[in-house]
């Protein structure tokens, strides 16, 4: 029902900066709090980054708090994660989701499986 395409992945060092972007189709895209996960080999999808349907409330997980910044766009049905000071350890395919019901401070703690849509991802490879 709901297309998501990501893209902006790329290889960079560590230390530099990545824009993810993900585009969305229909005219709903404000209904749908959005957010970012990632998926690096032999690890579980978590979270990363969420954002509330107005754009006014973010949410982060601890490890790239200060790091990265996630935003959105509603009149260009567009989500972005602005990701600076790379590390090797951000390496991983990245996924942003949508959901139609789930408050955006949810996503953090919700199973990623639970949330309603999701991209194909793009890979962000860091190298030391």
């Known amino acids: 029902q709901v297309q998501l395409v990501e893209s902006g992945g790329g290889l960079v060092q560590a230390g530099d900066s990545l824009r993810l972007s993900c585009a969305a189709s229909?005219?709903?895209?404000?209904?749908?709090?959005m957010g970012w996960f990632r998926q690096a080999p032999g690890k579980e999808r978590e979270f990363v980054a969420a954002?509330?349907?107005?754009?006014?409330?973010?949410y982060y997980e601890d490890s790239v708090k200060g790091r990265f910044a996630i935003s959105r766009n509603n009149a260009k049905n567009t989500v972005y994660l602005q990701m600076n000071s790379l590390k090797p350890e951000d390496t991983a395919l990245y996924y942003c989701?949508?959901?139609?019901?789930?408050?955006?401070?949810?996503?953090?703690?919700?199973?990623?499986?639970?949330?309603?849509?999701w991209g194909q991802g793009t890979q962000a490879t860091v190298s030391s």
């Open positions: 954002i509330s349907r107005r754009g006014s409330s973010t």
């Open positions: 229909g005219r709903t895209f404000s209904s749908y709090a």
């Open positions: 989701a949508a959901d139609s019901q789930k408050p955006s401070a949810n996503l953090a703690s919700a199973s990623w499986m639970d949330l309603d849509y």
